[in-house]
């Protein structure tokens, strides 16, 4: 009797303190709290087998590509072409860099060795429940996936970055979300790589815009124009960015617009070809060994094979 | 109340919250029915008072599980305890309120889901506002608000959806008050 009393009582104490709890977790500052991420990810998993297939379901009702799709054979050699442009303008941008580095290193400054990426195949799974956009992939710290890590489709389309890694899954923020923040990018002129630099903010609509360089800047003639329809390709010098990203595709300039902001200058607005939140796949390229991923000078893009190809 | 039905309820729920979110997304903002707060306004128009307030406490932490908050700059951060606080002042919400209405009507499932959803936004808008004075968090509180009130609306419509499944299950769940007689008749 007494037993079954202290239960009671002991069972209705439980909602008083698990509010008391909650209220000290929801004013927890994040450097104590960090270790409740573990719990997240565990979640993810007990939710991933439901929210898998209907995720799947979701991006086959719709899909991310605004095309009509072309025939297979047609859409292969594409997709080699975009590979092989890419790879074309990585080793003149990889040239450019050496050039700098030898400057550099005339200077005697230390810079990285060269680092390859391994590029892995991956379902994207499902989304977080409140962040529209961010995509859980189902790759996490078991296959080597890193933070910061690059997500692209097709093999050349830049989807985003790796922002938080769990042992099974990692969250992927595409390019478009606002929380990407802003990337230095470059509007390709011509296949011989000349370009000029922009650097793209995502917007609400899921394009990217900003200020165009002024041609003089690259000391190209002032009638040079950027047109609707033309590459623009992640540029990145900052280091912001893994260097095996540069010259991935970022979308196509759909609009060229005076700045507000800067009378004389012009703005871009650039749209992938594709809704980077609805892709149902994804291939990450994985730096090799750590370096590449906070980039200090160095590291490009041989794809040595892994699990690779997804979208090739 | 059946916990074990709660679970694998809570589980399809979150799993529908969380697959077809994107599919049903309006636009490319971040407006999305809700699966979970329909299931909440379920219970709590059917079960105890102290089943509701427990039931409130576990979808919450579920919720506080599966989403994150982003920070400056981009990343993220499971914070335990917003939606645990914003689910129970739901859960109440709908207890107050669940004398007025017609229970057996799956409509009034639809309704009753827009306020509790509306009460969750404001509740944990308000806790990360509170929170986003000493800690990193990218929040911006017209804006969520802004988006909580289309949420909590198209959660209205998903909630009439959901009632069409959960009222004829209701038997599943065990509940003292039988829900389902005038629209779902037993046989």
């Given at each position: 009797?007494?037993?079954?009393?202290?239960?009671?009582?002991?069972?209705?104490?439980?909602?008083?303190?698990?509010?008391?709890?909650?209220?000290?977790?929801?004013f927890?500052?994040?450097?104590?709290?960090?270790?409740?991420?573990?719990?997240?990810?565990?979640?993810?998993?007990?939710?991933?087998?439901?929210?898998?297939?209907?995720?799947?379901?979701?991006?086959?009702?719709?899909?991310?590509?605004?095309?009509?799709?072309?025939?297979?054979?047609?859409?292969?050699?594409?997709?080699?072409?975009?590979?092989?442009?890419?790879?074309?303008?990585?080793?003149?941008?990889?040239?450019?860099?050496?050039?700098?580095?030898?400057?550099?290193?005339?200077?005697?400054?230390?810079?990285?060795?060269?680092?390859?990426?391994?590029?892995?195949?991956?379902?994207?799974i499902?989304?977080?429940?409140?962040?529209?956009?961010?995509?859980?992939?189902?790759?996490?710290?078991?296959?080597?996936?890193?933070?910061?890590?690059?997500?692209?489709?097709?093999?050349?389309?830049?989807v985003?970055?790796?922002?938080?890694?769990?042992?099974?899954?990692?969250?992927?923020?595409?390019?478009?979300?606002?929380?990407?923040?802003?990337?230095?990018?470059?509007?390709?002129?011509d296949?011989?790589?000349?370009?000029?630099?922009?650097?793209?903010?995502?917007?609400?609509d899921?394009?990217?815009?900003?200020?165009?360089?002024?041609?003089?800047?690259?000391?190209l003639?002032?009638?040079?124009?950027?047109?609707?329809?033309?590459?623009?390709?992640?540029?990145?010098?900052?280091?912001?960015?893994?260097?095996?990203?540069?010259?991935?595709?970022?979308?196509?300039?759909?609009?060229?617009?005076?700045?507000?902001?800067?009378?004389?200058?012009?703005?871009?607005?650039?749209?992938?070809?594709?809704r980077?939140?609805?892709?149902s796949?994804?291939?990450?390229?994985?730096?090799?060994?750590?370096?590449?991923?906070?980039?200090?000078?160095?590291?490009?893009?041989?794809?040595?094979?892994?699990?690779?190809?997804?979208?090739? | 109340?059946?916990?074990?039905?709660?679970?694998?309820?809570?589980?399809v729920?979150?799993?529908?919250?969380?697959?077809?979110?994107?599919?049903?997304?309006?636009?490319?903002g971040?407006?999305?029915?809700?699966?979970?707060?329909?299931?909440?306004?379920?219970?709590?128009?059917?079960?105890?008072?102290?089943?509701?307030?427990?039931?409130?406490?576990?979808?919450?932490?579920?919720?506080d599980?599966?989403?994150?908050?982003?920070?400056?700059?981009?990343?993220?951060?499971?914070?335990?305890?917003?939606?645990?606080?914003?689910?129970?002042?739901?859960?109440?919400?709908?207890?107050?309120l669940?004398?007025?209405?017609?229970?057996?009507?799956?409509?009034?499932l639809?309704v009753?889901?827009?306020?509790?959803?509306?009460?969750?936004?404001?509740?944990?808008?308000?806790l990360?506002?509170?929170?986003?004075?000493?800690?990193?968090?990218?929040?911006?509180?017209?804006?969520?608000?802004?988006?909580?009130?289309?949420?909590?609306?198209?959660?209205?419509?998903?909630?009439?959806?959901?009632?069409?499944?959960?009222?004829?299950?209701?038997?599943?769940?065990?509940?003292?008050?039988?829900?389902?007689?005038?629209?779902?008749?037993?046989?």
């Amino acid at each position: 009797m007494a037993r079954a009393s202290a239960t009671t009582s002991a069972r209705s104490r439980l909602v008083p303190l698990a509010i008391a709890l909650a209220v000290v977790f929801t004013f927890l500052p994040i450097r104590y709290s960090r270790w409740l991420d573990n719990f997240g990810q565990l979640a993810e998993v007990l939710i991933g087998p439901i929210a898998g297939p209907l995720s799947s379901f979701g991006r086959t009702i719709s899909p991310a590509s605004r095309k009509p799709p072309e025939p297979e054979l047609v859409q292969r050699l594409q997709n080699e072409r975009d590979i092989f442009e890419t790879l074309y303008n990585q080793e003149r941008n990889e040239n450019e860099r050496l050039n700098r580095i030898i400057e550099q290193l005339q200077r005697g400054i230390a810079l990285n060795p060269r680092l390859p990426v391994r590029q892995l195949a991956a379902p994207v799974i499902s989304t977080p429940s409140n962040l529209a956009g961010v995509l859980t992939v189902r790759a996490g710290s078991r296959l080597g996936v890193q933070r910061n890590s690059v997500a692209v489709v097709d093999g050349v389309q830049l989807v985003g970055r790796v922002t938080r890694v769990g042992p099974a899954t990692c969250w992927v923020l595409p390019v478009t979300d606002r929380a990407a923040g802003s990337i230095e990018s470059q509007v390709m002129l011509d296949d011989a790589g000349v370009g000029l630099a922009c650097l793209l903010t995502p917007g609400d609509d899921g394009t990217l815009s900003g200020p165009l360089q002024d041609p003089s800047e690259r000391g190209l003639p002032p009638d040079v124009r950027v047109e609707p329809g033309m590459v623009v390709r992640l540029l990145d010098n900052s280091g912001a960015w893994p260097a095996s990203a540069r010259m991935l595709v970022v979308g196509e300039v759909v609009r060229v617009e005076d700045d507000p902001d800067q009378p004389l200058r012009q703005r871009v607005v650039v749209r992938p070809p594709l809704r980077l939140d609805r892709v149902s796949e994804v291939t990450l390229r994985i730096p090799q060994a750590e370096g590449d991923a906070s980039e200090t000078g160095g590291n490009s893009g041989g794809n040595s094979g892994g699990n690779s190809g997804g979208g090739q | 109340m059946s916990w074990i039905a709660f679970a694998v309820a809570t589980w399809v729920c979150f799993g529908l919250e969380t697959g077809l979110r994107d599919a049903l997304r309006l636009g490319t903002g971040g407006v999305a029915p809700s699966f979970v707060v329909p299931l909440l306004c379920f219970i709590s128009m059917h079960a105890s008072p102290r089943e509701v307030v427990r039931a409130a406490l576990v979808l919450g932490l579920v919720a506080d599980l599966t989403s994150a908050q982003a920070l400056v700059p981009a990343e993220y951060a499971t914070i335990v305890g917003p939606h645990v606080l914003a689910y129970a002042v739901a859960a109440q919400l709908v207890l107050a309120l669940r004398g007025v209405v017609i229970s057996q009507n799956p409509l009034t499932l639809g309704v009753l889901s827009v306020p509790a959803s509306l009460v969750i936004t404001i509740v944990t808008t308000a806790l990360l506002t509170i929170r986003s004075f000493y800690d990193p968090v990218a929040i911006a509180p017209s804006h969520d608000l802004l988006q909580g009130l289309g949420t909590a609306l198209f959660s209205g419509v998903s909630a009439i959806a959901l009632a069409l499944v959960l009222f004829p299950m209701s038997w599943a769940f065990g509940f003292h008050s039988r829900p389902p007689a005038r629209f779902f008749s037993r046989r």
